[in-house]
């Protein structure tokens, strides 16, 4: 039996209230049936008279977009009437576990949203209004993804993490939860990075003398988007390695967000060897072998003794498999 928020009129509802321009906006933001109109609302999303807010309605077109990688994995955890657990990291506002909720999880009557989520004020601005709709099965933790790994009153088990533009290295910090917690699926999409960018600082100098490629980060606006790259690329190669399929593929246009790299990774059980291998040699290219210590900590069973100078046929050929 659906269940719905206690506040919410769902899209219908909002056609219903029959002025021409209320349909408009609920075409242009393309509602779902049940879909909460208070929600919109409280989210900015529309004004209180019911009207565009054209900044949030982009916000909201980039997590319709996500919605779509999302649901079917929600509904494929969930087909045998599992409940499905789901931490959102960095949440903001939480613009993504809410409608996560309104459009998957109210309607299936079980599961849980957790947003972790640093700010306070956002944290309880997001608490009071799950309280306000009636969202009973969201939870909204002031602490940082490091810190939510660690707590004991956390589920042992999740099935989906996703984090959306959580800041620098929150994104690693949401990888490292996902292990933690055996997640079926992450769903990531990275910010900004400056962690590696400031290690390729560091051996700016040397790497210039000893390779041609590092004339791609000489100059500091590319040793800065060099240092994203390479990250999104070694949190790939450490998802494979850590028994994840991973596709990587754009989140939306260029026009709404500079950071739309969008990885979803899917639990496979295969451990890829030569994905570890490649991220060990890839971390000695560059000169950042102290991340195989902190961010990309391999169990030492996936790391093959030689690692350096496997052909690049077995990464395909292993990708293909
Ligand atoms: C750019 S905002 C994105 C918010 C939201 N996911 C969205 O897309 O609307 C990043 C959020 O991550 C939070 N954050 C940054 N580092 C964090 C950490 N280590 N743990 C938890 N939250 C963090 C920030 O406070 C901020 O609210």
Not at 195 to 221: D, F, G, N
Request: with cysteine; glycine share 6%; charged share 20%.
């Amino acid at each position: 039996m659906a269940k719905h928020d206690k506040k919410g009129q769902g899209a219908a509802n909002a056609g219903q209230a029959a002025k021409p321009a209320a349909q408009d906006i609920a075409a242009q933001l393309e509602l779902k049936p049940g879909q909460s109109i208070a929600l919109l609302k409280a989210l900015h999303i529309l004004t209180r008279d019911g009207k565009l807010n054209q900044d949030s309605r982009r916000k909201l077109k980039q997590v319709y977009h996500l919605y779509q990688f999302i649901e079917p994995i929600l509904k494929e955890l969930g087909a045998d009437g599992h409940a499905v657990t789901l931490a959102d990291h960095g949440a903001g506002k939480s613009y993504l576990g809410f409608i996560l909720y309104d459009l998957y999880f109210k309607a299936q009557g079980l599961g849980r949203i957790y947003g972790i989520e640093t700010r306070a004020p956002l944290v309880e601005a997001s608490q009071k209004l799950a309280a306000d709709l009636g969202f009973e099965r969201m939870e909204f933790l002031n602490m940082s993804v490091a810190e939510s790994t660690q707590a004991d009153f956390m589920p042992e088990r999740f099935d989906v993490v996703t984090a959306l533009h959580a800041c620098d290295t929150a994104t690693d910090d949401a990888i490292a939860f996902g292990l933690e917690k055996k997640a079926k699926a992450m769903v990531l999409v990275p910010c900004c990075q400056a962690e590696v960018a400031a290690c390729l600082r560091q051996t700016k100098a040397l790497s210039l003398a000893r390779t041609p490629l590092a004339e791609l980060w000489r100059h500091p606006i590319h040793t800065r988007e060099i240092g994203s790259q390479v990250t999104n690329v070694l949190r790939c190669l450490y998802l494979e390695a850590s028994g994840y399929q991973v596709t990587v593929t754009e989140l939306v246009g260029w026009e709404h967000s500079m950071k739309n790299e969008l990885i979803v990774a899917r639990y496979t059980g295969h451990k890829k060897r030569a994905a570890a291998d490649r991220l060990q040699q890839l971390l000695a290219e560059f000169g950042l072998e102290a991340l195989a210590q902190s961010r990309f900590k391999l169990p030492q069973h996936a790391v093959a003794p030689a690692a350096l100078g496997e052909p690049a046929a077995a990464v395909a050929a292993e990708n293909a498999a």
